[in-house]
């Protein structure tokens, strides 16, 4: 069976699928196809169905919660940090209402999260990689940063307004849902399954085998070294990674309950898991 797998070009996600992507364990008969892409050209094509194992953003699931269910595995969650809201200048967060903020994507987290934390805010959508810059060379007035833009923005002279993680944590007292990974319903059940089972041994061989997933992981820092590759990753990688029950799952429920009150999404879904 081949397999379309397809994730961001970031530290954390290129760290969870190190072994299932570059030949460290066994794939139990299947053949991995394998996607690097930008964080919402994959909730597009999960949108369309074109993966058979993809990580999104939560913010996408409600999109094509017909056609994926979840895995327990694998999910970037934050313990009180979360993507940066970042600006040239100092500027509260209720500011924001009256600027355009860069996104990394209609259906990414991060723009769900900042208008939950914000209230409606126009938004103009750029590549996430190009985000920091932008606001920078004052070609954005604010951006919210994902990936190592969240610890690197300093170095660049940009001040935080928000961070949407810390402000999730005050706001319910639970850890930040960003990103998770899904697999398509329609391979049936024992296929599904199994892409769990070897996903949960992707990270179980990045768990063992750290320093050496982590080398590989640093390709994709875009700049960033060895000790912030690992501090990085150590944000997003967590207890939440191996299994996001129990409160992992609620904080996700309840981000995509919030967002269907407020109208940011179409419609309230139930979250499906699929345990490896």
């Known amino acids: 069976m081949k397999i379309r797998i397809g994730h961001s070009p970031d530290p954390d996600d290129a760290f969870l ?13 299947m053949t991995v196809e394998h996607f ?5 050209e994959l909730n597009q094509r999960a949108v369309r169905g074109e993966m058979e194992m993809t990580a999104i953003s939560l913010h996408a699931y409600p999109y094509c919660a017909e056609r994926y269910a979840l895995l327990t595995a694998g999910a970037s969650v934050g313990e009180g940090v979360g993507p940066i809201v970042v600006s040239k200048e100092a500027i509260s967060p209720q500011e924001l209402k009256n600027k355009i903020v860069a996104v990394p994507g209609k259906l990414t987290t991060a723009a769900l999260l900042l208008q939950l934390a914000v209230g409606r805010v126009e938004t103009r959508v750029m590549p996430f990689d190009q985000i920091l810059e932008a606001v920078r060379d004052g070609k954005a007035a604010a951006g919210v940063l994902i990936h190592e833009g969240q610890i690197t923005y300093q170095k660049s002279g940009l001040k935080k307004v928000l961070d949407l993680g810390e402000w999730w944590k005050k706001e319910t007292g639970l850890p930040a849902p960003l990103g998770v990974n899904v697999v398509r319903t329609d391979l049936g059940p024992e296929p599904a399954r199994r892409l769990a089972r ?20 640093q390709r994709y820092g875009r700049g960033l070294d060895a000790a912030l590759t690992d501090r990085f990753v150590g944000m997003y990688v967590n207890r939440w990674s191996l299994d996001c029950r129990p409160d992992g799952a609620v904080a996700m429920q309840l981000l995509l309950n919030r967002a269907a009150d407020a109208g940011l999404t179409p419609k309230k879904v139930r979250l499906e898991f699929v345990e490896g």
């Open 198 to 217: 070897l996903f949960k041994q992707s990270l179980d061989y990045a768990f063992a085998h750290r320093a050496e997933a982590l080398a590989y992981a």
């Open 17 to 29: 699928f190190y072994a299932m992507t570059q030949g460290k364990i066994p794939l139990d008969g």
């Open 36 to 40: 690097l892409e930008g964080i919402e």
